[in-house]
């Protein structure tokens, strides 16, 4: 066992500089390499050589333009071909308006092929799955995150594994159940009931919001406890306000999924006054002018683009899912 010697305590002025090599007086600040924050393949110190600079910002500048000519390209191809004379795609689809532009595609798709009537009730179909898939998801996440019962863990667990089983393999049991509800009695078969209330059955939005409202400080729900709040003033005043990120981005992922739809609607809404333009549009593809149905398309995915368009900054403002700042 070593003895311990006692060494006199020096003035901070002193033993500072010596063991620390600080200035007194001054904030010490570590020296940065020159090769500290570069991540990519070019170092800070080859992006001074003008060749490797303008080498890498030619780089730049075509990945930026293929990027455009993939991302945008087919939407203004779209457009284009929407206001385009029928003959005219057909024999140069690449060339600009060779004859004109022809307005009237957009007025005989609208009227005509009747794309209105399937435009709202794609919109009624959105919005109901919308205010479903909301419901669930927001509630779902408070009872797991902020209530906490003794079973939330259970429930959580079995909520996840629901994530690895395949749509599909649900289609022909979730069918039966529309065909013959437990409840109600009546088959829903051509009610939008039938879209509606599945489409409120997504673990993902449950498990999103549920880890967003995970982050946000529990010292706000206590608080609001102590001052008597209920379950439901505290789920409607306190964490929905607090949580519109996350509602961005459901609403977002919501709204996308029921407009694209495809399969679910085709099996449950046989009428086609009730089918939404995602059923309709394949199946009057046939039978309707090429450039019409063109406009079609077009019309049908305006809506989606705009919507993102309008709440992109809540939707990338919630992208990172970052909760509440404490404070």
Do not use: C
């Not at 629901?162 to 065909?179: E, G």
């Not at 609607?265 to 046989?270: D, G, H, T, W």
């Amino acid at each position: 066992m070593t003895s311990q010697t006692t060494i006199p305590a020096q003035p901070p002025e002193v033993v500072t500089p010596v063991a620390t090599g600080r200035v007194p007086g001054r904030v010490s600040r570590r020296r940065k390499s020159q090769f500290e924050g570069s991540r990519g393949y070019v170092s800070a110190q080859d992006w001074r050589n003008p060749r490797v600079s303008a080498t890498m910002k030619t780089l730049h500048v075509i990945l930026l333009v293929l990027l455009l000519v993939v991302g945008i390209g087919p939407i203004l191809l779209l457009a284009k071909y929407a206001i385009t004379p029928t003959q005219d795609i057909i024999r140069t689809p690449l060339a600009v308006f060779p004859h004109g532009v022809r307005w009237a595609n957009i007025s005989e798709a609208w009227n005509d092929v009747q794309i209105s009537k399937y435009f709202l009730n794609t919109i009624w179909l959105a919005a109901g799955s919308w205010f479903v898939q909301m419901l669930v998801a927001t509630t779902g996440g408070f009872v797991l995150s902020v209530l906490r019962p003794a079973w939330g863990k259970i429930v959580n667990g079995l909520v996840i594994a629901t994530l690895f089983v395949p749509s599909v393999v649900l289609l022909v049991p979730l069918y039966l159940t529309i065909l013959n509800p437990p409840v109600v009695g009546t088959s829903l078969i051509n009610n939008f009931l039938a879209v509606w209330l599945p489409s409120g059955a997504s673990a993902f939005n449950v498990v999103l919001v549920t880890r967003f409202f995970d982050s946000l400080p529990r010292e706000v729900f206590e608080a609001a406890r102590v001052d008597g709040a209920s379950s439901f003033r505290l789920f409607w005043s306190v964490v929905l306000p607090m949580s519109k990120p996350i509602l961005g981005v459901v609403s977002v992922f919501a709204t996308i999924a029921s407009w694209k739809d495809f399969l679910w609607p085709m099996l449950v809404l046989k009428d086609p006054s009730k089918q939404p333009l995602s059923v309709r549009l394949p199946a009057i593809a046939s039978q309707t002018d090429l450039g019409v149905f063109l406009a079609s398309l077009a019309i049908s995915t305006a809506i989606p683009v705009v919507f993102f368009l309008v709440f992109q900054r809540l939707f990338l403002s919630g992208a990172g899912l970052g909760g509440a700042v404490k404070g």
